[in-house]
């Protein structure tokens, strides 16, 4: 895995040789970003989407719980696994941890190991989500209860793409806007829920549109590709044989 493609996890802890020691014990499969309290940690989850969370619990400026409280409210981070850390191991702490969202509660002192363990689980099951949203959501599901905020969201996207499926120029700025987002938070969202950047999110329900329409026999495949927002009829073919794997009008022989 290259640098880039490592996941990102940001460390929220008042105690700097502390927050050392856990980037320490991620740094080889994971990039890691600090906080020092949790009201930098806000700031820092809004603006860079990281794939995971760890917070201390005990904090000045807010508690773990309150910070772990906030992102779990707000959409842009709602999706982000949270493991909170605490010298607290009573019971009823770690209800309250979970009660308020918290993925994973670890009590200090830890073994590095088990840290390490806890946060591969929780990136391995967001991978898991990924596939599940690839298979099942963007795959039209009419019907289907929805059963999870990131669910809520991902067909909340869908729609919006399918109310702008005619226009050409609906981009990535525009659907950012229709969700409150900026360009760079809708872009991680989307890639943590579903693997794909936001243009080939809006590119795919395109093309699971025009598969639709090749299948009823509405219009020929020109008129399809316009009415599902590609200006180029060559670019449409190329995209709709990398998705489905034959080109339009051989779908439409076999499926229409």
């Known amino acids: 895995i290259t640098k880039e493609n490592k996941p990102l996890v940001l460390i929220v802890e008042d105690h700097a040789d502390f927050r ?22 806000l700031e820092k989850a809004i603006d860079e989407i990281p794939d995971l969370i760890i917070s201390d619990v005990m904090m000045p400026e807010m508690s773990g719980y309150e910070f772990c409280e906030k992102i779990k409210n707000d959409e842009r981070t709602c999706h982000i696994p949270v493991i909170l850390l605490t010298a607290k191991a009573a019971q009823e702490d770690r209800i309250e941890g979970l009660s308020i969202g918290a993925d994973d509660y670890l009590s200090k002192p830890f073994e590095s190991k088990e840290l ?58 525009d659907f950012a806007g229709n969700l409150n987002m900026s360009r760079s938070q809708l872009h991680r969202k989307i890639h943590a829920l579903t693997g794909k950047s936001a243009t080939s999110f809006i590119r795919t329900i395109r093309l699971q549109r025009a598969a639709e329409l090749l299948k009823t026999g509405n219009g020929n495949v020109t008129e399809i590709a316009f009415d599902v927002g590609f200006g180029s009829q060559s670019y449409f073919t190329r995209c709709f044989a990398e998705q489905f794997g034959c080109s339009p009008s051989e779908y439409k022989r076999r499926y229409g």
């Open 20 to 41: 050392t020691f856990i980037g320490e014990i991620l740094e080889e499969e994971y990039r890691t970003i600090e906080a020092k309290n949790g009201l930098i940690g």
């Open 116 to 173: 390490l363990t806890r946060v591969n689980n929780l990136i391995s099951q967001r991978r898991k989500l990924q596939v599940y949203f690839q298979q099942h959501i963007l795959i039209k599901t009419s019907g289907e209860k929805i059963v999870s905020a990131e669910e809520e969201f991902v067909h909340r996207a869908i729609e919006i793409v399918e109310e702008n499926i005619g226009n050409e120029d609906f981009s990535v700025d």
